[in-house]
């Protein structure tokens, strides 16, 4: 048994890392994701599971996808409507995903990345701090 939960998701730098949850409860591996194709993939394949968590996986991967590709209007918008492809009934990640465009559209895009990376930050903490309570 586990003393410490286990992070399932956390930024590395520049990076994200997730607990590959399809390998459960048989091993406990993570994945670094490292684009925005990657983070929709994660989605996509359930390698991230649970509303909350699927919610904050998608908000990470707006700021991957933002320090990878740009941060003009038309990233973001793709950013936006791939990882909301990957699960079209998934209420969670609808909802990061207009919070994240919410923060974000109304800057210029020099500050867009610093910002996306912040509001995913407090996407995962708020969900944490709920399961949590």
Same mark, same amino acid.
């Given at each position: ?9 956390? @930024?590395?730098?520049?990076?994200? @890392?997730? !607990? ?6 048989? *091993?406990?591996?993570?994945? +670094? ?14 390698? &991230?599971?649970? /509303?909350?968590? $699927?919610?904050?996986? +998608?908000?990470? =991967?707006?700021? !991957?996808?933002?320090?990878?590709? =740009?941060? #003009?209007?038309?990233?973001?918008? *793709? ?7 990957? *699960? ?8 990061? !995903?207009?919070?994240?465009? *919410? /923060? ?8 867009? &990345?610093?910002? +996306? ?5 407090? $996407?995962?903490? #708020? ?7």
């Amino acid at each position: 048994m586990f003393e410490q939960p286990i992070p399932t998701l956390q @930024r590395d730098g520049g990076t994200v @890392r997730i !607990l590959d949850q399809t390998l459960l409860p048989f *091993r406990t591996e993570t994945i +670094a994701l490292r684009t925005l194709a990657e983070a929709a993939h994660a989605i996509r394949s359930m390698q &991230v599971r649970g /509303a909350p968590l $699927i919610g904050a996986t +998608a908000a990470f =991967g707006v700021a !991957l996808a933002l320090a990878d590709e =740009g941060t #003009d209007d038309a990233t973001l918008a *793709r950013a936006l409507a791939t990882l909301g492809a990957t *699960r079209p009934t998934a209420v969670n990640l609808h909802w990061a !995903l207009e919070r994240m465009r *919410r /923060a974000l559209q109304p800057l210029p895009p020099a500050a867009r &990345v610093e910002a +996306a990376w912040a509001e995913a930050e407090s $996407i995962r903490a #708020d969900d944490a701090a709920t399961c949590d309570a």
